[in-house]
C-alpha cells in the first residue's frame, strides 16, 4: 500500500548535501503530518522529523537537529527533506510516511537508498 | 532520553500464537503514546499494521491485534502463517517525539 513517491537513489561524498522529495497524492496532501525515517544497513527504524503540509510546522529528532531541513511545496504536494554534513553513518534507505491526526499512521513511500562513500 | 524495548528475536510454529511487547523506559506506555506497529521484510518498504494502539487498516490481516498489557503495547498473532515471518517494530510518542523500538525478528518455523 504505498501511496507516497520518493525520489531515486543518491550517491554522495562525505560532508555533501542530499535534497530527497516525497510526493503524496494531491488530495491527501494538507490532511496528513509526513514523516521522515531512515533505516542503516544491518540497523533499526531511526525516526527523523515531521511535516505539517498545511502549514510548514516541523519538528526534528534530537540529535539531527542541526543538519535536517523540512520543507514542503503546496502546488506540487510534495515534501523534501535536505541532510547536510553527511558522514558515512548516514548510509541508509530513507522513507517518507504520513500519519493523519492522532498517532494514525498508515501509508509509506518506497524508500530511497542514500549511499555516503569517499 | 527514552528508549523504547523489544524483544529482539522470536520464533513460532505455524499456526501458533505469538505476542511481540513494547515498552518504555519512562513508565508504562498508554493509549496517549499513539502506539504503531510496523511489519517489515527485505526489499521491501515498512508496512503500518496497528495504529493508535488497537486499530487496524483495511490490508491489515485479522490475525494481528493490538493491546495494551502490563505498563506495555502488545502486538499478538493468531494463527501464524509462513509470510508473517518478518521484523516488527513498534513506535511510540513519547513526550512530542516519536520513538521506534529495536525491533523483533519474527521467525516462523
Known amino acids: 500500500q504505498v501511496q507516497l513517491v520518493q525520489s531515486g537513489a543518491e550517491v554522495k561524498k562525505p560532508g555533501a548535501s542530499v535534497k530527497l522529495s516525497c510526493k503524496a497524492p494531491?488530495?491527501?496532501?494538507?490532511?496528513?503530518?509526513i514523516h521522515w525515517v531512515r533505516q542503516a544497513p544491518g540497523q533499526g527504524l531511526e525516526w527523523m522529523g515531521i511535516?505539517?503540509?498545511?502549514?510548514?510546522?516541523?519538528m526534528i529528532a534530537q540529535e539531527l537537529q542541526g543538519r535536517v531541513t523540512l520543507t514542503r511545496d503546496t502546488s506540487t504536494s510534495t515534501v523534501y527533506m535536505q541532510l547536510s554534513s553527511l558522514r558515512s553513518d548516514d548510509t541508509a534507505v530513507y522513507y517518507c510516511?504520513?500519519?493523519?491526526?492522532?498517532?494514525?499512521?498508515?501509508?509509506w513511500g518506497q524508500g530511497t537508498l542514500v549511499i555516503v562513500s569517499s | 532520553q527514552t528508549v523504547v524495548t523489544q524483544e529482539p528475536s522470536l520464533t513460532v510454529s505455524p499456526g501458533g500464537t505469538v505476542t511481540l511487547t513494547c515498552a518504555s523506559n519512562t513508565g508504562a506506555v498508554t493509549s496517549g503514546c499513539h502506539p504503531n506497529w510496523f511489519q517489515l521484510k527485505p526489499g521491501q518498504a515498512p508496512r503500518t499494521l496497528i495504529y493508535n494502539r488497537d486499530n487496524k487498516h483495511s490490508w491489515t490481516p485479522a490475525r494481528f491485534s493490538g493491546s495494551l498489557f502490563g505498563g506495555k503495547a502488545a502486538l499478538t498473532l493468531s494463527g501464524v502463517q509462513p509470510e508473517d515471518e518478518a521484523e516488527y517494530y513498534c513506535l511510540l510518542y513519547c513526550g512530542a517525539t516519536w520513538v521506534f523500538g529495536g525491533g523483533t525478528k519474527l521467525t516462523v518455523l
Open positions: 494531491g488530495y491527501t496532501f494538507t490532511a496528513y503530518h
Open positions: 510516511a504520513s500519519e493523519r491526526s492522532g498517532g494514525n499512521w498508515d501509508y
Open positions: 511535516i505539517t503540509p498545511i502549514d510548514g510546522a516541523t
